[in-house]
């Protein structure tokens, strides 16, 4: 076999994996999810010291690590980034106070330049001239739906307001 027989197969996973890596806010939850990690390093306390503590200590683990979650769905669910965007910059500014100044602020940073990046992110619509031979047929665009209601106008807005004022539509019958 020939060296360029071996390649083919290489540069066809590195393109899906570039194709999929596109498709979704990957930095930003990579980020998201190293600045959570980085967060429990600098914790200096046992668990059991932490949580014999209350609330305050158990929040210093619960945030990074709902934090590396987010980060985690982010790439995995991009539907729901501005959630989980959102979330990361509420968790990002609480390690502030809850995990020694947010990991020594690279942790903090980090979650919050990651839930910023995923808050931006838009997914790319693809072009019909991006598609290659290989794609899938495109579809027809349907045609025109035909109104609901029968009843209801069908005539433009012009004609609706050019039009002479008549009788009002509803008049009441009076009763005898």
């Known amino acids: 076999m020939t060296a360029g027989q071996h390649s083919?197969?290489?540069?066809?996973?590195?393109?899906?994996?570039?194709?999929?890596?596109?498709?979704?806010?990957?930095?930003?939850?990579?980020?998201?999810?190293?600045?959570?990690?980085?967060?429990?390093?600098?914790?200096?306390?046992?668990?059991?010291?932490?949580?014999?503590?209350?609330?305050?200590?158990?929040?210093?683990?619960?945030?990074?690590?709902?934090?590396?979650?987010?980060?985690?769905?982010?790439?995995?669910?991009?539907?729901?980034?501005?959630?989980?965007?959102?979330?990361?910059?509420?968790?990002?500014?609480?390690?502030?106070?809850?995990?020694n100044l947010g990991g020594f602020l690279i942790g903090m940073l980090l979650a919050l330049v990651g839930g910023a990046l995923a808050f931006a992110w838009t997914p790319v619509k693809r072009r019909a001239t991006d598609v290659g031979p290989a794609a899938a047929p495109t579809e027809v665009a349907p045609a025109p739906r035909e109104p609901v209601d029968s009843s209801a106008p069908t005539e433009s807005l012009d004609a609706i307001l050019s039009a002479e004022p008549g009788p009002p539509r509803h008049t009441r019958a009076e009763r005898g």
């Open 8 to 99: 083919a197969p290489a540069a066809g996973v590195r393109t899906r994996w570039r194709r999929w890596r596109r498709a979704r806010p990957f930095t930003a939850g990579l980020l998201i999810a190293l600045g959570g990690a980085e967060m429990p390093v600098t914790l200096r306390a046992p668990l059991g010291v932490l949580l014999h503590v209350g609330p305050q200590g158990l929040a210093a683990y619960l945030v990074p690590l709902i934090l590396v979650i987010c980060g985690v769905l982010l790439i995995t669910t991009p539907q729901q980034r501005v959630f989980y965007a959102v979330l990361s910059l509420v968790l990002g500014l609480v390690s502030w106070l809850t995990s």
